[in-house]
């Protein structure tokens, strides 16, 4: 079946210009992830959806960061007034509930640079 | 609160030898432990997880897992690497009482010597 897909897949932005990255989970997943992966460095967790639920944004680094997830499916991570360390690549996941237990299955990520 | 250590962030091996790769887990709760692959410019990958029920956890590509509670450990093992195994290996914790909130380690680079 399908798995989770991003678009853009690469992304070259001047500074200071907003971007929106799409996230498509899989198809009946409730819960959502955004994350982003510097180079050499793990993975930074971004922001959470699950179901109607009010979304965990406690790891959004700055206001400059937004997302929105519309209809339970498609999700939008929103950067305004770009900067040269929001470099990075943006990975998507999404799993079937909140239960600790469900494994979360990755997007192939949109590599953003920012010149 | 959950956080994860991966102890060696670079790891090399010859192919045909075993393979070890290190993590430390601190949870308040019950975790559930994941072992993700990431090859060069894919995406990622899950290896293998042990959510409480056996200890020794076996996943694709003849990888496995133990859970060791008493030594906050959840080391990846396989016999014998193969040059396909290389790639960037990350440990995962998530527990209850943070919803599926997953926590990375920093990753650990595996690189298999012909």
């Not at chain 1, 959004?60 to 939008?76: C, H, I, K, N, Q």
């Not at chain 1, 360390?85 to 953003?112: I, K, M, N």
């Not at chain 2, 060069?40 to 959510?51: D, I, R």
Request: charged letters at 15%; a neutral charge; one cysteine or more.
């Amino acid at each position: 079946g399908a798995g989770v897909s991003q678009s853009p897949s690469n992304k070259v932005t001047e500074k200071g210009k907003d971007v929106e990255l799409r996230c498509d989970p899989i198809s009946g997943h409730t819960a959502l992830y955004w994350y982003r992966q510097s180079l050499g460095q793990g993975l930074e967790f971004l922001i959470y959806f699950q179901g109607n639920s009010a979304p965990d944004k406690s790891g959004l680094p700055s206001d400059r960061f937004s997302a929105e997830r519309t209809g339970g499916s498609v999700s939008t991570l929103t950067i305004q007034r770009t900067q040269q360390e929001d470099s990075a690549v943006y990975l998507c996941a999404s799993s079937l509930g909140p239960d600790s237990t469900y494994e979360q299955y990755f997007g192939p990520g949109t590599r953003l640079t920012v010149t | 609160a959950q956080s994860v250590t991966q102890l060696d962030s670079h790891v090399s091996v010859s192919e045909g030898t075993p393979v070890l790769l290190r993590c430390n887990y601190s949870s308040s709760y019950s975790p559930s432990l994941f072992w993700y692959v990431q090859h060069p410019n894919k995406g990622l990958q899950l290896l293998l997880k042990y959510t409480s029920a056996a200890t020794l956890v076996k996943g694709i590509n003849g990888f496995e897992a133990e859970f060791k509670k008493s030594e906050t450990s959840f080391h990846l093992t396989k016999p014998s690497a193969h040059m396909s195994d290389a790639a960037e290996y990350f440990c995962v914790v998530s527990a209850a009482n943070t919803g599926n909130q997953f926590y990375f380690g920093t990753g650990t680079s595996l690189t298999v010597i012909p």
